[in-house]
């Protein structure tokens, strides 16, 4: 099990900026978002706050894994044998991209940090 912190770059409030938890199963394939109740639903990144609005701390693999994909480039994009050449990957695969981009994407500011297997 490979686990990692939801952080945000630009936070300017004193201490936070880890917002919540993405654990991923190699051998099952899963992942899962953990946050916690100190976290504010609106400090996170889209699909986790508007879960987290709904009162859901606890994301099961089907929309952890929609977070993960918004999150990574998709497996039809026009260069995508290029970019899977650039990470080492022989087949398309989100979570080395995942790990390979540290969770960036355009969208926020958000990105991931490992912090244990």
């Given at each position: 099990?490979?686990?990692?912190l939801i ?19 190699e ?9 916690p ?59 080395p ?21």
């Open positions: 099990m490979r686990r990692f952080k945000e770059d630009n936070d300017l409030s004193a201490g936070q900026g880890e917002y919540a938890v993405l654990s991923y199963d051998e099952t394939d899963e992942y899962h978002i953990s946050i109740l100190s976290v504010n639903p609106d400090d996170l990144p889209a699909i986790p706050g508007i879960l987290a609005r709904k009162g859901i701390r606890e994301i099961d693999d089907r929309w952890a894994r929609r977070f993960v994909r918004e999150r990574v480039v998709p497996p039809d994009r026009q260069n995508i044998g290029m970019i899977m050449r650039e990470v080492g990957m022989t087949y398309y695969s989100e979570f991209l995942l790990v390979y981009t540290s969770g960036r994407c355009a969208m926020d500011e958000f990105y991931i940090e490992e912090i244990g297997t």
